[in-house]
């Protein structure tokens, strides 16, 4: 079976901060990794996915992820945050099969 | 504004009540999903439905019928629902080709409440 473990469930930091957001799974086959976002009463969007190729991913609006499959881990950073980050973040895993698995997902909360 | 168009945005029904929810897609994907979202909670699947087969249920009490007319639309019929269903209903679709089939795009969710 696969699970999705995201390490903190609220974050709450300044504009211009640096965020990093982790994320572990565990799963015996090949995996697909992602990263969605919730903004407040919006619907789930795409932040960057891994399939295979470079570890390091860049996904939209200056977010990266790193995979590090020795961890099993699939970190988000964002190396300075604006007040428009305050969301939801799901870390999410995927396999051949088309089910997708998240994590218990993040609140960011960037103050002004 | 997403792709994948849900509706109703909001939904209050009664136990007794028949209602369905639907879906739309028209990006030419034939993997489609049914999710459950509660509050502060993450998405759960419900069923998947690959070139308008089911090929996954996951565990998903009888009173939660989905049906697939065609690769484009996606429906969740509700029949005898109890309050603890009160969720938002996210749908979401995809390529649908094994591995490219990721990843999967979400609609805004049918907010569901259950009286």
């Known amino acids: 079976a696969q699970s999705v473990s995201q390490h903190n469930h609220h974050v709450i930091l300044s504009e211009a901060a640096s965020l990093e957001l982790g994320c572990n799974y565990s799963?015996?086959?090949?995996?697909?990794l992602f990263w969605y976002v919730q903004y407040p009463g919006q619907h789930l969007q795409l932040l960057l996915k891994y399939f295979s190729g470079d570890p390091l991913v860049k996904g939209i609006k200056g977010f990266e992820a790193e995979f590090i499959k020795s961890k099993f881990s699939f970190n988000l950073r964002k190396p300075s945050v604006q007040w428009s980050d305050t969301a939801e973040y799901f870390c999410?895993?995927?396999?051949?099969?088309?089910?997708?698995?998240f994590g218990a997902g993040t609140q960011v909360v960037v103050t002004p | 504004d997403t792709e994948v168009t849900q509706t109703p945005k909001h939904l209050v029904m009664g136990m007794t009540n028949k209602k369905s929810l639907k879906c739309e897609q028209h990006m030419g994907h034939r993997a489609m999903y049914w999710y459950k979202q509660k509050a502060k909670k993450p998405p759960e699947l419900m069923f998947v439905?690959?070139?308008?087969?089911?090929?996954i249920n996951e565990s998903v009490p009888s009173r939660f019928s989905p049906e697939c007319p065609n690769s484009s639309l996606l429906n969740l019929h509700l029949h005898a629902l109890q309050p603890e269903d009160s969720a938002l209903y996210l749908c979401?679709?995809?390529?649908?080709?094994?591995?490219?089939?990721?990843?999967?795009?979400f609609g805004d969710g049918t907010r569901l409440s259950i009286l």
């Open positions: 439905y690959s070139y308008e087969k089911l090929s």
């Open positions: 799963y015996g086959g090949t995996v697909n």
């Open positions: 979401a679709s995809s390529h649908g080709d094994g591995q490219k089939d990721q990843p999967q795009h």
């Open positions: 999410a895993v995927g396999n051949s099969w088309g089910k997708l698995q």
